[in-house]
């Protein structure tokens, strides 16, 4: 890319944008990240640029977005509030790519969601599959409907790029990793679970690794691609830990669920290869569940 190797991040303050952003800064791109407010740009980690900026205001998108060749938008309401979800993944989804599409940026990467086919997701699902807008769950239909404002954008001349991760994991700061095995522990198996149940499974480096590429991958312009590595039963990724735990698992009365995805269009079209093997994550989930306060907590609930 020529000129000035800048990329503006969203969403930095969670685990998995500030992968992103660690990785195309080791890339040689000087990276910006989007903040509301003064603390959260005295909050910033060193050697990334905090750059004010909010989703509800296309202005300061507008001055935010200047001068970046690349925008990662992987910023996202996770709640409950219909109108909020739909300000925020929506509204505030267009006006980043409104404003990435007038500066003139070589590429848009947003960092969508495997949940946009619904829930529970169809087994054999491909980039292809159906998106689901009108879903009831807020998260869901609204990000299905952010990635029809990103193909409005894209009819426009933006060179976007989505991905959809699934189960998004690493051992710290992360809901698949170290917040799971907590949550295993204060609960225990949790009833809804099967262990036969399938989710579709990335690491969160591995995840920042496609983002780059989709970052600065000629060919992955104008492209989806599902984000996962591998298709994982509860079986081999939770049931280890619950025993590590010391505690047991309970199937529910239901047939296990199936949502397996077609894995291979990232790794045939912009040469991905994962680096984190899932047997490493897992062995490392179990270690961390071995040790104190994890197994006092379940033995003593």
Not at 87 to 107: C, F, K, P, S, Y
Not at 189 to 199: E, Q
Request: glycine share 8%; net charge neutral.
């Amino acid at each position: 890319m020529a000129g000035t190797k800048a990329a503006l991040v969203t969403g930095v303050s969670g685990h998995v944008a500030g992968a992103m952003a660690e990785r195309l800064g080791a890339a040689g791109f000087e990276v910006r990240v989007l903040v509301r407010t003064a603390g959260q740009a005295a909050a910033v980690r060193h050697g990334l640029v905090p750059v004010r900026g909010d989703l509800a205001d296309a202005e300061s998108l507008r001055r935010a977005v200047e001068g970046s060749t690349v925008v990662v938008h992987a910023a996202a309401y996770l709640g409950l509030d219909h109108r909020l979800a739909y300000e925020v993944n929506v509204e505030g989804t267009r006006r980043l790519a409104e404003a990435a599409l007038q500066a003139g940026a070589d590429r848009f990467v947003n960092i969508s969601t495997m949940s946009v086919h619904g829930d529970p997701q169809p087994d054999g699902l491909s980039e292809d599959s159906p998106l689901a807008p009108d879903a009831m769950h807020p998260y869901v239909a609204t990000k299905a409907s952010a990635e029809l404002e990103i193909r409005l954008a894209q009819s426009r001349g933006l060179p976007a790029v989505i991905l959809r991760p699934g189960a998004i994991c690493s051992v710290s700061n992360s809901r698949w990793g170290d917040e799971l095995v907590r949550r295993l522990a204060d609960g225990g198996w949790p009833a809804a679970w099967h262990p036969g149940d399938i989710i579709p499974w990335v690491h969160t480096s591995d995840l920042a690794e496609m983002t780059w590429l989709a970052a600065t991958h000629p060919a992955a312009a104008g492209q989806t691609f599902l984000a996962v590595d591998r298709n994982v039963p509860l079986s081999d990724f939770v049931v280890p830990i619950i025993q590590a735990l010391g505690s047991t698992v309970t199937p529910p009365d239901r047939e296990p669920s199936v949502s397996r995805c077609r894995i291979g269009r990232i790794r045939d079209v912009l040469g991905y290869q994962p680096r984190q093997p899932f047997e490493r994550t897992v062995q490392e989930l179990v270690g961390l569940a071995l040790r104190e306060p994890f197994r006092t907590a379940t033995q003593t609930s």
